[in-house]
């Protein structure tokens, strides 16, 4: 075991995650899915994917549902780690993680101030209320410090832009798409999604080929 300790601190952060994710694969095997002996592993393998920047949604839903089955494993700490799960699976948007961690918490992690305001942060999200959403995760730390957070979300915020509108005004944009460092900041954003600068406006087009996803977006924000 040592051994293996030594290797894997000269490890680079890849290579470090695909063997996590390896011993996770092979650990929720059948019903070791649910061995309480592994809850230790799997919240070691969550903080490591929130320090650099990872995602094993199979592996922290696990974690939810070990609390679920187990509740005797449930600590004082363990909504913390709720928070983590939580804020990883919203980060994933438009895919449904979110939804299914969420359906795995006791209703006193629901109840939780903090899991309130992760669920009001994934709702402004889901309803394209996007100005709100940047002014309230700047109140809560957890967000901000949340590496790659802000980019997720950005990300997601692109990819309704451009299932919504043709042409959004440059003002507008720059609403949506939240704090940035300067201009050049932004015209990267419109750079990385080949979108076009005319004037005040800015040409995002459509998805066509994701008609279905579009038609559902649009009711939410409406």
């Given at each position: 075991?040592?051994?293996?300790?030594?290797?894997?601190?000269?490890?680079?952060?890849?290579?470090?995650?695909?063997?996590?994710?390896?011993?996770?694969?092979?650990?929720?095997?059948?019903?070791?899915?649910?061995?309480?002996?592994?809850?230790?592993?799997?919240?070691?393998?969550?903080?490591?994917?929130?320090?650099?920047?990872?995602?094993?949604?199979s592996a922290n839903l696990n974690i939810l549902k070990l609390?679920q089955f187990s509740p005797d494993l449930v600590t004082r700490?363990?909504?913390?780690?709720?928070?983590?799960?939580?804020?990883?699976?919203?980060?994933?948007?438009?895919?449904?993680?979110?939804?299914?961690?969420?359906?795995?918490?006791?209703?006193?992690?629901?109840?939780?101030?903090?899991?309130?305001?992760?669920?009001?942060?994934?709702?402004?999200?889901?309803?394209?209320?996007?100005?709100?959403?940047?002014?309230?995760i700047q109140e809560e730390k957890i967000f901000m410090d949340?590496?790659?957070?802000?980019?997720?979300?950005?990300?997601?915020?692109?990819?309704?832009?451009?299932?919504?509108?043709?042409?959004?005004?440059?003002?507008?944009?720059?609403?949506?798409?939240?704090?940035?460092?300067?201009?050049?900041?932004?015209?990267?954003?419109?750079?990385?999604?080949?979108?076009?600068?005319?004037?005040?406006?800015?040409?995002?087009?459509?998805?066509?080929?994701?008609?279905?996803?579009?038609?559902?977006?649009?009711?939410?924000?409406?």
């Amino acid at each position: 075991n040592n051994l293996i300790e030594v290797i894997t601190m000269v490890m680079d952060p890849v290579s470090q995650f695909e063997q996590m994710k390896e011993e996770a694969f092979y650990s929720m095997e059948g019903l070791g899915r649910l061995n309480p002996e592994k809850l230790d592993f799997y919240i070691e393998y969550l903080k490591f994917q929130v320090e650099h920047g990872f995602y094993d949604g199979s592996a922290n839903l696990n974690i939810l549902k070990l609390y679920q089955f187990s509740p005797d494993l449930v600590t004082r700490s363990s909504v913390d780690i709720v928070h983590l799960v939580l804020i990883k699976a919203l980060m994933r948007l438009p895919e449904s993680d979110y939804v299914f961690c969420r359906a795995q918490l006791s209703q006193d992690m629901i109840d939780d101030q903090l899991t309130k305001k992760i669920d009001e942060v994934a709702t402004l999200l889901e309803t394209c209320q996007f100005s709100v959403f940047w002014n309230v995760i700047q109140e809560e730390k957890i967000f901000m410090d949340m590496t790659g957070f802000v980019e997720s979300a950005r990300k997601f915020i692109c990819h309704v832009i451009q299932l919504t509108y043709k042409n959004v005004e440059e003002d507008f944009l720059m609403q949506m798409l939240g704090p940035v460092a300067d201009k050049d900041e932004f015209m990267k954003i419109i750079a990385n999604n080949n979108w076009e600068l005319n004037g005040d406006s800015v040409f995002v087009g459509h998805k066509e080929e994701n008609g279905r996803a579009k038609r559902k977006l649009l009711r939410k924000c409406q």
